[in-house]
């Protein structure tokens, strides 16, 4: 019954706000093809997506980008979770290279932990190491703490086979805990988080 109920947030969660629009530009952006994102184009990028200050969001960039340095690659989307114990996440989003037209992908993966609540957020990952994004559909395991109330940017590593994505989350919500799962990362929408 309980797991039934998160399953049923899940879903109107990510019907709700797992739909993630093309981006404005649907050009290849500048740069030449391989060419790595700047700091400065990063937190712009983020910010007119986020929907807030500059200032803001510059902090959880500069984080990020004194960790692993300049990403080769971001995605924009949004996504929905829940969890009582067991937890499930579904998101959608594009992919963005320099040179390269935006390409929709979608993510799903299970978790457990001592995590309870739900919420829905828009997402921005930085992408490291990915030359292709052929490499970006496999299962990228991580660990997250989360505390959504209302809003606030959150950041966590994951990583697989030399790839590192660094997911960046506000939200809406209300959620607690802790969490070891994976995301897979797929070009087709599907229910099957595993």
Do not use: C
């Amino acid at each position: 019954m309980i797991r039934s109920r998160a399953l049923t947030f899940v879903a109107a969660a990510f019907i709700s706000f797992g739909l993630a629009a093309m981006p404005a530009a649907a050009e290849p952006t500048e740069g030449k093809k391989g060419d790595k994102f700047e700091e400065n184009e990063v937190v712009q990028a983020a910010a007119d997506f986020f929907g807030v200050a500059s200032e803001a969001t510059a902090k959880a960039v500069q984080r990020v980008f004194r960790d692993q340095g300049l990403p080769d690659a971001y995605i924009k989307g949004d996504e929905g979770s829940g969890a009582i114990v067991v937890g499930l996440r579904y998101g959608s989003g594009w992919l963005i290279r320099k040179g390269y037209e935006p390409v929709k992908v979608y993510w799903q993966g299970p978790s457990v932990g001592w995590d309870f609540g739900g919420n829905a957020s828009k997402t921005f990952v930085l992408i490291y190491n990915l030359q292709d994004e052929e490499r970006l559909f496999q299962k990228f395991p991580g660990v997250e703490g989360t505390f959504y109330l209302v809003a606030g940017i959150g950041v966590n590593y994951m990583r697989s086979s030399g790839i590192t994505l660094a997911p960046m989350r506000t939200g809406v919500g209300l959620r607690a805990g802790v969490n070891a799962g994976y995301l897979t990362f797929t070009r087709e929408h599907t229910l099957n988080p595993f």
